[in-house]
């Protein structure tokens, strides 16, 4: 099994759970790590004010627990002091590592200047990140787009500053802000990212959802690791099928039973942190899980709407009992996720 390097980080294996704003929270995390194959998990994006006035929201996206390691944490702002004594703040507290957000498209993040808005200013972003590396002695890693759009590509030239400034690694989503998600990864952008640094690992990330997919991005761009976001929602098994690719191991496709136990598994871990407003909190999930965890459609719509935790168990018990009759088909959340242009996200 092939480990990547990240400062003084020796990770277990090569492919890392994505930041995703909304859902790469705590109970996300400890499920998907209980069926293996990551090396490095990131929090939600954690807005660096809010953290240093201790608000409970920053206080739930940080939560983490002995089996939600390796760990690092993804901070954002437009302003360079804040993220540094921001980092600060998480190197004192414990965690092992610190990554800058600058990829972020949505304009409630960009208007602040953070996000994709510090990758419009070179120089900027360049003594930004200078001082975050110089304030810690954890690793410093930066997430980017390829640029602002088509016509500002700044990834490549960035990587190879930030490089220069004493980040451990940089994480690149081949898109532009300006598409959102819409449209396909760019791997001539990330191969040309790769190819701008000297020697730290730089990670690919966006579109892969099979095995396939990660060979590509591998064979193609020459990166050292993979980030997944919305492919682990899609299919929660992608990270321990990734790694039964490069071993001997046979790959068991998840059994009926399998499937629902980690539905479960998941809404008991974020009742745990965040009682009853697990309810609330559980139902966007829906439209990604249904498909893959064979939940027919009426259910699945339940699930979208399901208020007490009464309800949530009669479902998956009626989920038990149908779950022969689910063919398959696409997840429901690939025709809501947003698409770009995101001015109005």
Partial sequence: MKCVRIGDRVLPTRYFLAPLAGYTHLAFRRVLRSL???????????????LLSGSRKSKQLIETSPDDKPLSVQIFSGKTEELV??????????????????GCPMAKVNGSGGGARLMCDPSQACATVRAVVEGVSIPVTVKMRLGWDRDHISAPALARHFEEEGVAAITIHGRTRSQGFHGSVDLDGIAATVDAVRQIPVIGNGDVRTVEDADRMFAYTGCSAIAIGRGAMLEPWLF???????????????????????LKSHFQLMHQQHGD???????????WY??????????????????TV????????????????????????LMKVPNGPIERW
């Avoid at 194959?37 to 660096?48: M, S």
């Avoid at 004594?85 to 600058?102: C, F, P, R, S, T």
């Fill in 36 to 50: 293996g194959g990551i090396g490095l998990a990131t929090t939600d994006l954690v807005q660096a004010t809010h």
């Fill in 85 to 102: 004594q921001a980092a600060k703040w998480l190197e004192d507290d414990g965690y092992e590592g610190v990554d800058i957000n600058m």
């Fill in 240 to 262: 321990a099928r990734l790694i039964a690719s490069e071993s001997i191991t046979a790959w068991v496709e998840p059994s009926s039973s399998d499937q629902l136990s980690f």
């Fill in 277 to 287: 407003y697990s309810c609330v909190l559980f139902r966007k999930f829906a439209a």
């Fill in 290 to 307: 249904g498909a893959r965890l064979g939940i027919p459609p009426d259910l699945e719509n339940r699930l979208r709407r399901f208020e």
């Fill in 310 to 333: 009464s309800d949530f168990n009669q479902i998956c018990e009626e989920i038990g009992d149908r779950h022969d009759e689910c063919v398959s088909r696409t997840a429901t959340a």
